[in-house]
């Protein structure tokens, strides 16, 4: 028997959102396509939505993969942490990811969020997940893997800055992910 937990962090498919730390400067990105699934063919409805967003006095940023509607929820929810623990964004995920998991009607929201501000990068989940990574890049949505694995290259491989990464791995991720356009907006904090 296999007494590995596996983390199952829900995949949504028609965004990506990429957070890097590099050279001092810490930035976020999303590209701005919204998909439909109508039967068996996804349609794009929107090629320059805003999946990006700063919260608490422009100190915190979360991007956002699934539902817009859900999303927007857990943005207000989550700038109510963030004010409940004078910012501390560490406290407050914890705090959002547990009302998530545990409210009825937060419950069934169907999206993830990736945030961070000067000191971590984390994504947060429905399913009680605060995950920060190993290294100072993360990335989600259906093209997540693709920007998550060039920023990965580019970090170590080039001496570009925060901004410069998550722009240049998520125009990676619009050349091989359907559901990943190359109408890209990067946050920096």
């Given at each position: 028997?296999?007494?590995?937990?596996?983390?199952?962090?829900?995949?949504?498919?028609?965004?990506?959102?990429?957070?890097?730390?590099?050279?001092?400067?810490?930035?976020?990105?999303?590209?701005?396509?919204?998909?439909?699934?109508?039967?068996?063919?996804?349609?794009?409805?929107?090629?320059?939505?805003?999946?990006?967003?700063?919260?608490?006095?422009d100190?915190?940023?979360?991007?956002?993969?699934?539902?817009?509607?859900?999303?927007?929820?857990?943005?207000?929810?989550?700038?109510?942490?963030?004010e409940e623990s004078?910012?501390?964004?560490?406290?407050?995920a914890?705090?959002?990811?547990?009302?998530?998991?545990?409210d009825?009607?937060?419950r069934?929201?169907?999206?993830?969020?990736l945030?961070?501000d000067?000191?971590?990068?984390?994504?947060?989940?429905g399913?009680?997940?605060?995950?920060?990574?190993?290294?100072?890049?993360?990335?989600?949505?259906s093209?997540?893997?693709?920007?998550?694995?060039a920023?990965?290259a580019?970090?170590?491989?080039t001496?570009?800055?925060?901004?410069?990464?998550?722009r240049?791995?998520?125009?990676l991720?619009?050349?091989?992910?359907?559901?990943?356009?190359d109408?890209?907006?990067?946050?920096?904090?």
């Amino acid at each position: 028997m296999n007494s590995f937990r596996h983390c199952r962090v829900p995949v949504f498919y028609g965004t990506t959102i990429v957070a890097v730390r590099a050279k001092g400067k810490s930035a976020m990105a999303g590209d701005g396509q919204v998909t439909m699934e109508s039967g068996s063919s996804p349609t794009v409805i929107k090629a320059s939505a805003r999946k990006v967003r700063k919260l608490y006095g422009d100190r915190v940023l979360c991007g956002f993969a699934g539902s817009v509607g859900d999303a927007f929820t857990l943005f207000d929810k989550l700038g109510s942490h963030l004010e409940e623990s004078s910012g501390d964004l560490m406290r407050a995920a914890v705090n959002l990811a547990k009302e998530w998991r545990t409210d009825r009607v937060l419950r069934q929201l169907q999206a993830v969020l990736l945030c961070m501000d000067a000191e971590h990068i984390l994504l947060v989940s429905g399913t009680g997940e605060v995950i920060e990574p190993d290294e100072p890049v993360l990335a989600i949505g259906s093209g997540g893997p693709y920007a998550l694995a060039a920023a990965r290259a580019l970090l170590r491989h080039t001496d570009l800055d925060g901004p410069a990464i998550a722009r240049e791995a998520l125009k990676l991720a619009a050349e091989i992910c359907i559901y990943t356009n190359d109408n890209i907006t990067v946050e920096e904090i």
